[in-house]
C-alpha cells in the first residue's frame, strides 16, 4: 500500500478529475493501455475492481494495493500525459492547475524514492570480476526497477559465488557439485567452531539460514527465470531478497572483524620485533 496522505490524495484526485468517475481524458481501452505500457499491469484485473470498477475507482485501487515505488512511477506518467495534453490545447487541461500538478510531482518522486530492499548495497559489483560484477549489477538494476522476481535466479548464483569464495579465503573445504545449503553450512561451521560468533541466538539464526537457503534451492529452480517457470510473487520475491541481504549483511560484519583483528595482530607482531632489536 503506497503511502499516501489524505491531502495527498486529494490533490491527485484534483487534477486528474477523478471526481467524476474519470481519470483525465482516458477511456477505458487508452487507460488500459497506458497503464499496461507503463507498468505492464492490467488495470482491468479483478484486484483493481473498486467499488463501481470506473477508471477513478480503479487508480485509488491501485494506489491503495501497490507499493510506494509502483504508484510514483505511475503517477509520473500520468503527469507526464497531462503536461504533453496542456501542452497540445486540449479541453479540460487548464494552466491554472499547473501549481497541482507541481504538488503531484513531489508526490510521485517522493514515492519513487522508497528502497525495496534496504541493504541492497552488500551485492557489491567487482572490478576484479568481470562476471561477478556483471551478475551484481543486474541484481541491483531488478531492484532498482522494483522488479524482484526477476532477479531471484542471479541472485542465487551470486550466493553461491560469494560463499564459496568465502569457503576458499578460509580453506573451508567443499565440492563443486555440492548443493549451496551444503556449502553455506560448512561455512556457518566453520566461523561457529572458530568462535568468530558471540552470541548462541546469533548462532542458531544461522543455523537457521542454512534451512533457508535450502528453500532457495526450490525457488532458483522452480520459481525464478532460471528455467521456464512461473515466477514467485513480488511480496514473497522482496522477503526472500531482504532476508538474503540481511544474511550477507551480518557475514560480512563478521568477516570486517576478521580482517581487523588481522591486521591488529600484523602491526602487534611487527612492533615486538622491533623491541627485539638491538639498537
Known sequence: MAKITYKEKLIIEKLFGM????????????????IFDTLKIDIYDEKYDFNSGSKANRLRA???????YKV??????????????????????????????QECSKIAERLKKDILVEEIDV???SEEDR?????????KESIEKHEPETGLDRLHTYLVKWIRRLCDKHKVEYKKEESLNAVFGKYVKFIVQEDYVESKMAEKILK??????????????NRSFAHDNPVLNYGESLLIFNNVTNTIKFIESIEENLEKEAKDDQVNHTILNDDELPF
Open 19 to 34: 471526481a467524476s468517475g474519470y481519470v483525465m481524458d482516458f477511456s477505458n481501452r487508452t487507460f488500459q493501455e497506458f
Open 62 to 68: 491501485f494506489i491503495q494495493n501497490e507499493p510506494n
Open 72 to 101: 510514483g512511477l505511475l503517477l509520473e506518467n500520468l503527469l507526464d500525459y497531462w503536461v504533453a495534453q496542456y501542452q497540445i490545447g486540449a479541453e479540460g487541461f487548464d494552466y491554472r492547475d499547473q501549481d497541482l500538478h
Open 123 to 125: 551485492i557489491k559489483e
Open 131 to 139: 562476471d561477478f560484477h556483471l551478475l551484481a549489477k543486474s541484481i
Open 208 to 221: 537457521f539460514s542454512i534451512n533457508v537457503i535450502e528453500a532457495f534451492n526450490d525457488i532458483r529452480n
